[in-house]
Every structure is written in C-alpha cells, then in structure tokens.
Nanobody
Framework: QVQVVESGGGSVQSGGSLRLSCTAS????????MGWHRQCPGKHRELVAT???????NYADSVKGRFTLSRDNAKFTTYLQMSSLKPEDSCVYYC????????????????WGQGTQVTVSS
C-alpha cells in the first residue's frame, strides 16, 4: 500500500510565504515524476509545478518567480516554497507522484494526496 501525504498549508497575509511538503510512503520501489496541482474556488484543477526524478522542473506561468519546487529523492519528498503569495493563490493544493510499487516490475501508478488548504488574505 502506498500513501501520498501533504502538509504545510494554512493561512497567510498577502505577500507572505508558506512551504508545502509532500511525502510518499509505503511499499515503494521507485518514485518518478512528482508534482503539485491546485483547485481554486470555481475553477478546475490546474498544474502548479512538476519535477522529474532527475530534477527537471516545470512551473505554471502564474507561479513562475514566486514558487520554488524541490525534491529529496532519498525521502520520496517534494517541497513547494511559495513566496509573494496573492489572494488568488487561495486554493486546495494537491500533490501527486508516479510511483513504482513492490518489486519494480510494474509501470508507475499515479497517486494523489488528500490536499491541503492555502488561504491568502488581502
């Protein structure tokens, strides 16, 4: 069994910072791409940033220059440092990871966390 768990959400004033963490655990052979998505009120879920196991990172235009994604492969963990937060960043943030389970003979499956709320007040 595999779990993906986010932490670090909360409330902050506009211009402030928060750091989200996401850790995969369980019967893991390897973790490929990891990423963050968000669902804002009244909108569809959207990509925030992704990182490959080799460290290649992709950001949504809306967060470039403000959010920084990093990864610790040894801990199956990714971190999203969010700075210069705006009220429009108030969303539920979800982590996902492409995980190879068990003995490593299967294709990676897509696992999602339950989400963590970020609220930015003006």
């Amino acid at each position: 069994q595999v779990q993906v768990v986010e932490s670090g959400g909360g409330s902050v004033q506009s211009g402030g910072s928060l750091r989200l963490s996401c850790t995969a655990s369980g019967n893991i052979f390897d973790v490929h791409d990891m990423g963050w998505h968000r669902q804002c009120p009244g909108k569809h879920r959207e990509l925030v940033a992704t990182v490959t196991r080799y460290g290649a990172i992709n950001y949504a235009d809306s967060v470039k220059g403000r959010f920084t994604l990093s990864r610790d492969n040894a801990k199956f963990t990714t971190y999203l440092q969010m700075s210069s937060l705006k009220p429009e960043d108030s969303c539920v943030y979800y982590c996902n990871a492409a995980i190879v389970v068990g003995g490593g003979k299967n294709r990676p499956g897509d696992y999602w966390g339950q989400g963590t709320q970020v609220t930015v007040s003006s």
